[in-house]
């Protein structure tokens, strides 16, 4: 497509709207982004104050569990109320021991994992020394055709247990580990994960040191594995000293962008512009969505009024066989931007500003000349900070949201 077409948008477009479906209002404030099942019949949160929620595709309560309150007084006894009621970490919805049912995995900040029947039963819990706000892995890291956890905790340890509950091994960093755990895999399976102190880690199956690589400032970032620039995986994490890395599988450097701000989330891994190579997506505390090239050089930005946090989302939300990117941003908005970017021409005598989809203008005069930037298609005002968003992929598309309150939003696309 011609960088003309690009701009004013000579193209046949799909025309529809981003409707809310439905809203779920909690007792307490949801502090989780949700977990949702593969066929979109289940969707689990946790709150502060320490509830493990199920929702049906509807919006309708399924069932909710106390998890503290399934445990015996003495695991409580040492324990600060306010500190161990809180579930900070997404749930994990998988079928853990082969049983043909899905089982929810559940970590609270009373360092303890629980593990739940789909009907909200418990069928074991692991208790850690310190809290956990990371979401566990759940893989066969061993191959043995079985799933293992694998989990961190702020006692500096990183935990493997089978899906009984029982320790397999552990292994000792240097720091906490605030990090959801990665799998690399290759010839030899690698565990990856950051730790508090700026290390990346990299274990073997068994839990041994294979090699580590060390950032400027914390890692909370779970890392990306993907295919970026050849055959060979990569590893893309960010870090709180505002950069992104791309390392190799040893744990050499590629290179290194910096953005304006500290990352706390995952980065995405997606061919946005179809030209058959994959563009890296993330959110900073500079308020921006930055897009990079497998190459890690800036293709494009987009700038909201406070902090992106969470990962963007990236689908075709309307069928029109072009991907749109979601971003929610401690502003209290969903944005939905264009995939490919704008171009910024150099100002055109009787040319002011450019017309976007729904009624959204962009001035070009403000841009610096001969760059690319976002492109706003939608927005939406939600009711606080945006903490997660999560695709939900059924006949209508769509996605959930939370925010700093006790309410879930379900948005959907209709066509007109």
């Known amino acids: 497509m011609d960088i003309f077409s690009k701009l004013f948008g000579f193209k046949k477009e799909k025309r529809g709207k981003i409707v809310k479906e439905w809203d779920f209002l909690a007792d307490e404030t949801i502090t989780t982004n949700p977990a949702v099942s593969k066929d979109n019949s289940l969707i689990v949160f946790g709150t502060k104050n320490g ?18 309150k399934k445990l015996r007084k003495e695991e409580l006894f040492f324990l600060e109320e306010d500190k161990f009621k809180q579930i900070s970490a997404e749930p994990v919805i998988a079928d853990i021991n082969n049983d043909g049912q899905d089982e929810i995995v559940v970590s609270s900040e009373m360092g303890i994992i629980y593990t739940l029947s789909n009907g909200g039963k418990l069928l ?26 694998v989990i961190g905790s702020n006692d500096s340890f990183l935990y493997a247990l089978n899906n009984n509950g029982k320790l397999i091994w552990k292994f000792k960093a240097q720091s906490g580990i605030e990090s959801i755990p990665a799998i690399l895999r290759s010839v030899q399976n690698q565990i990856i994960f950051g730790s508090n102190d700026g290390t990346v880690y990299s274990l073997n199956d068994k839990g041994r040191l294979l090699w580590k690589f060390k950032t400027g400032d914390k890692i909370t970032a779970q890392p990306t594995i993907g ?10 994490i960010g870090s709180q000293d505002s950069c992104l890395y791309a390392l190799d599988e040893k744990g050499k450097l590629i290179w290194k ?13 997606s061919d946005i512009d179809n030209d058959k190579r994959p563009e890296i997506l993330f959110g900073s505390c500079d308020d921006k969505l930055h897009v990079i090239s497998n190459r890690g ?6 700038e909201t009024n406070f902090w992106v946090v969470s990962s963007p989302l990236v689908m075709d939300i309307n069928n029109d066989n072009k991907l749109e990117i979601f971003i929610g941003s401690y502003d209290n908005y969903i944005y939905m931007l264009d995939s490919e970017g704008n171009f910024v021409l150099d100002y055109m005598p009787g040319i002011s500003s450019i017309t976007q ?16 930037y976002g492109k706003l298609l939608w927005k939406q005002k939600v009711d606080s900070i945006v903490t997660g968003l999560k695709f939900i992929k059924e006949k209508r598309k769509g996605m959930l949201v939370t925010t700093n309150t006790k309410k879930l939003d379900k948005f959907i696309y209709e066509e007109n």
């Open 297 to 302: 050089n800036k293709i494009w930005d987009y």
């Open 227 to 236: 295919r970026i620039d050849d055959d060979k995986l990569s590893i893309i």
């Open 257 to 269: 962008y910096e953005s304006g701000g500290k990352i706390f989330s995952k980065a995405v891994i």
């Open 51 to 68: 509830k493990v929620y199920a929702l049906d595709n509807k919006g309708k309560i399924k069932w909710i569990i106390e998890v503290h």
């Open 124 to 149: 074991w819990s692991f208790s850690t020394q310190d809290v956990i706000t990371a979401s566990p892995l759940i893989a066969d890291i061993d191959n043995d055709g079985n799933l293992e956890i």
């Open 357 to 372: 989809q729904s009624g959204h203008y962009s001035d070009i005069i403000t841009k610096e000349p001969g760059d690319f």
